[in-house]
Nanobody, 121 residues
Framework: GQLVESGGGLVEPGGSLKLSCVGS????????IGWFRQAPGKDRGDAFC????????YYTGPAEGRFTVSRDNAKNTVWLQMTRLEPEDTGTYYC???????????????WGQGTQVAVST
């Protein structure tokens, strides 16, 4: 199975981006999808956002109040709408799939290659 992210890019502070994550080759509709990010020079942390197979969502840290996750199981796709972006949001964004509802990266089975987000003037 695999996941493919897209939608990253360069955006000015206060701007928005919408990332996509498309899965194939595994039971996408039965997996929770988590979003992770890795800032330059830092480790990739726990998931900051999760959407379960039934659409239940979880947000923490940078995602609270600014990001919205959604999914369309018919399209094997999850989206991450990011608003009011700040320079601190710069990094590589990854989506990953897990049978579990978890923030722990080591409990995710499938990972995308990452998409770059840069927030700068």
């Amino acid at each position: 199975g695999q996941l493919v992210e897209s939608g990253g890019g360069l955006v000015e502070p206060g701007g928005s981006l919408k990332l996509s994550c498309v899965g194939s080759g595994f039971a996408f509709t039965r997996h929770a999808i988590g979003w992770f990010r890795q800032a330059p020079g830092k480790d990739r942390g726990d998931a900051f956002c999760i959407i379960q197979s039934d659409g239940t969502t979880y947000y923490t840290g940078p995602a609270e109040g600014r990001f919205t996750v959604s999914r369309d199981n018919a399209k094997n796709t999850v989206w991450l709408q990011m608003t009011r972006l700040e320079p601190e949001d710069t990094g590589t964004y990854y989506c990953a799939a897990s049978w579990l509802y978890t923030v722990r990266a080591d409990q995710y089975d499938y990972w995308g290659q990452g998409t770059q987000v840069a927030v700068s003037t």
